[in-house]
């Protein structure tokens, strides 16, 4: 199918009334952006009941369903939570005062630097009791290169840099806004954002949130299908551009589709040579450290497994896909029912997300010893093969409810260095990856924990807590891991929300506690979270994500207590 003439005009203005806005853009001070960002937090705010009620249409979730919440918290929340934190970045830069000014510093192995981002304020503190994260620097980068270069494109806002296409994600409704916002305050950018067609029905939420750039002519939003997105990329009046999406989608974008773009990629000829950043998913491990556990936390930690996997319906590109267990763990038969039961009874919903079905049989059919566990795909994986080289449950991004189990010899130090090993030279991608260790053997590991996080080549680990987490911390960076080559792009090139500005970020490495309140407390944990809401087994999630949100628009202490008696209800 081609692009209709009708199509090409509308695209071509757009992009014409955005050069001519980059020009009342590079004007705009720093203080007009800061009022620009909280003009878009209190429509988010106005938007945020049809933001969700459209996510879930979409999404094909009953209107009362605990399921809801997932829309609430990766939506609207999610992006109440960042703009924020970049106003207080602009508010610093305009005042003159180190962006960092009060931030942590600590170090990690490898000669790099960390800057602690969560907790941030007191209500991180109440809301998210028992989480912290750290931004690990690129080794070498010193902390003061570190306060020197925070800020990117913003430490001279009147050099714009002309116009980026932003190919929005069809999964997670949060991504496509957060991606414009980084491309309009990190690089200095304005942005026509292309949505992605599964997302089209969200296009006038988007359009009054963001009604204060698109009325000054700095974001444009258009719909279309792949032809008008292959228009924009490669028009001579783009910059630069941004893909939240798959790897097959980058590299047509880059190469060029079928027989053609192979070859260009054979030959190292790319078709696209202006900058192009990338979030593209993965294969993503979670490796469970054997340790000494109780029934419940058997329970609860094969209920936040399965969380990894289903959240969403398992349309993430940071959902966990290989779960890495010890063979010899005398607790592992008892942990692997559990993860079954949980991936078995966990409440059901659509696969919504096209071409399920398909990638759902193709992992079916490449392993005989699978377990189907429910009419929408869900699916255990047994018995992979670790000597296979061509194992495809480690090189496919099933993008789906597909969950494998991989069993590795040992226990201890050894299991956790053959885990990671595996992680870092068996899967493709490297987004993210979670660890799950109990109190008592991580106290046991001592530093050889942080050295083994410092090995483990992701953009976001988790230890105790989804690396999902990660995506929803404003202050923490979220991509791949730096070094993937044009050529074989993998999860991706770049970072973005990292409302800090920094450069040169390596990592985000986000710490939770092992146990729910009030388990928590009884085993001297400091952490009154009970249930996370985004957990698939939260009874009261939708409730708990709406109240979260109306705190995010408007922090106050009285609202409080409501969020807490959802959450414990959970």
């Known amino acids: 199918m081609s692009i209709t003439s009708t199509d090409t005009a509308r695209l071509d203005q757009m992009l014409a009334e955005l050069s001519a806005g980059e020009r009342g853009w590079a004007r705009e001070s720093l203080a007009a952006r800061r009022a620009l960002l909280m003009d878009v937090h209190a429509n988010v705010a106005a938007r945020a009941e049809e933001w969700v009620r459209v996510a879930g249409t979409i999404k094909q ?24 934190a970049l106003a207080e970045t602009l508010s610093r830069l305009d005042q003159g005062r180190d962006l960092l000014d009060g931030y942590r510093f600590g170090s990690a192995p490898g000669d790099r630097v960390t800057i602690e981002v969560l907790p941030h304020h007191f209500y991180d503190r109440l809301l998210l009791s028992g989480f912290t994260a750290e931004v690990w620097m690129e080794p070498g980068v010193t902390e003061g290169e570190t306060r020197d270069r925070a800020g990117l494109g913003l430490r001279a806002p009147e050099q714009t840099a002309g116009v980026a296409v932003v190919m929005g994600a069809g999964n997670i409704t949060s ?72 790897e097959a989608t980058h590299d047509a974008i880059v190469w060029g589709a079928g027989a053609a773009g192979v070859a260009a990629k054979a030959a190292n000829t790319p078709r696209l040579t202006k900058p192009i950043t990338s979030e593209l998913g ?51 038969q008892e942990f692997l029912s559990a993860l079954r039961a949980a ?13 399920c079905d398909l990638r759902v049989a193709g992992a079916r059919q490449a392993h005989p010893h699978h377990e189907a566990l429910g009419g929408t795909g869900r699916t255990l994986l047994w018995g992979l093969d670790l000597a296979d080289e061509a194992e495809s449950a480690f090189g496919t991004e099933y993008f789906g409810p597909v969950l494998g189990v991989a069993e590795l010899p040992g226990t201890g130090l050894e299991f956790l260095d053959a885990a990671v090993d595996l992680a870092n030279e068996r899967l493709h991608g490297t987004l993210g990856a979670n660890l799950v260790i109990d109190p008592r053997t ?30 929803l911390t404003a202050r923490a960076t979220w991509g791949a891991f730096p070094g993937h080559l044009l050529e074989d792009i993998g999860s991706g090139h770049g970072v973005v929300h990292n409302s800090l500005l920094l450069h040169r970020p390596e990592r985000t490495v986000v710490y939770g506690p092992f146990r729910p309140l009030p388990r928590s407390v009884m085993t001297g944990q400091f952490s009154i979270t009970p249930k996370p809401p985004w957990f698939v087994t939260n009874r009261t999630a939708a409730t708990t994500g709406r109240r979260l949100t109306a705190f995010a628009a408007r922090p106050r202490l009285t609202a409080l207590l409501g969020i807490f008696a959802s959450a414990l209800r959970g």
Do not use: M
């Not at 106290?443 to 105790?464: C, D, E, K, M, P």
């Open 61 to 84: 979730l009953p209107a009362a369903s605990p399921l809801l919440g997932e829309e609430w918290t990766s939506g609207p929340w999610a992006v109440l939570g960042y703009l924020p």
């Open 175 to 246: 991504i496509a806004p957060l991606d414009v916002l980084y491309q309009l305050f990190a690089y200095n950018r304005v942005v026509l954002l292309k949505l992605n067609p599964i997302t089209d029905a969200l296009l006038p939420v988007f359009e009054a949130v963001f009604a204060p750039f698109i009325e000054r002519g700095y974001l444009r939003i258009a719909t279309g299908d792949a032809t008008v997105g292959d228009h924009l990329v490669t028009h001579p009046g783009v910059a630069a551009v941004h893909i939240t999406g798959s």
């Open 282 to 332: 993965g294969v993503s491990p979670t490796i469970v450290v054997p340790g000494r556990w109780s029934k419940a936390d058997i329970r609860f930690q094969a209920e936040h497994i399965a969380t990894q996997r289903l959240h969403n319906s398992g349309f993430n590109c940071i959902a966990a896909q290989i779960v890495i267990v010890g063979k010899d763990w005398p607790q592992k």
């Open 343 to 355: 991936l078995a009874t966990a409440p059901e919903r659509p696969a919504w997300y096209p071409g």
């Open 442 to 471: 991580r106290r046991q590991f001592g530093a050889h924990l942080r050295q083994s996080i410092a090995r483990l080549r992701y953009g976001t680990v988790g230890v105790n807590a989804w690396t999902g987490v990660g995506y």
